[in-house]
């Protein structure tokens, strides 16, 4: 069965550097996400892609965060410069076209700010 | 705003019928969502309702919405060892491009 796939499974980064994390959504699915899950708390919506653009964003998303499909599999989130509570799971999901259809997500990415 | 809760832990013995539950406070929500967390892995779909639906049932899984109360259940039976996780009810809010609240997560441990 296809499947979300991220990569890596787990980075370490110093404070105030760059990190991109990757995903690569399902091959025909058509919307993407990114949410992100602090240590003991909720899951959390950050942001969906849709048609080259975003859709629709959450109060977490600010400046530092940004989105790109840099080609026709890939789905990325870069953290600009990165803070010790940006430390989570994050998580990227996609959604086949059609509204009735549930997303579906990877693995994770555990992101570990030193 | 929209708010999903759920109880935080479960725990039952292997073969019982465990019955996890949420509360959700978005009644435009179109689909309510249970989704599966093993240790150190990602989000499972196990099953999603469509919010005119009271019921859906997928082998031991089965869940039970009653809108007017915003309450989702979700109950496996004839629980294994293996059914032992995080169990994520989510809601998706009318309106929105399909992204997803989340509840704290239910933790099932099944006793043998």
């Known amino acids: 069965e296809p499947e979300v796939t991220q990569t890596p499974s787990h980075q370490v980064t110093q404070m105030g550097q760059e990190v991109i994390l990757r995903c690569v959504p399902i091959s025909n699915h058509l919307y993407f996400y990114w949410y992100r899950q602090i240590l003991g708390q909720k899951v959390e919506f950050l942001v969906s892609?849709?048609?080259?653009?975003?859709?629709?964003k959450s109060e977490i998303f600010d400046d530092q965060f940004s989105v790109e499909r840099p080609d026709g599999s890939n789905f990325t989130l870069k953290i600009r410069s990165t803070k010790l509570e940006d430390s989570a799971m994050y998580f990227c999901a996609s959604r086949f076209g059609a509204s009735n259809q549930p997303q579906h997500f990877g693995d994770g990415t555990r992101l570990s700010i030193l | 705003g929209e708010d999903v809760e759920q109880s935080l832990f479960l725990s039952v013995r292997e073969g019982d019928s465990s019955v996890i539950n949420c509360t959700y406070t978005d009644s435009s929500s179109t689909y309510l969502y249970w989704y599966k967390q093993e240790p150190g892995a990602g989000l499972q779909l196990l099953t999603y309702?469509?919010?005119?639906?009271d019921m859906k049932q997928d082998q031991r899984l089965t869940v039970l919405l009653n809108k007017k109360d915003k309450h989702l259940s979700l109950r496996i039976a004839d629980t294994q060892t293996g059914d032992s996780a995080i169990y994520f009810c989510a809601e998706r809010p009318g309106g929105s491009q399909g992204n997803l609240i989340f509840g704290k997560g239910t933790k099932l441990s099944v006793k043998p």
């Open positions: 309702i469509f919010s005119n639906m």
């Open positions: 892609f849709y048609n080259n653009e975003i859709s629709e």
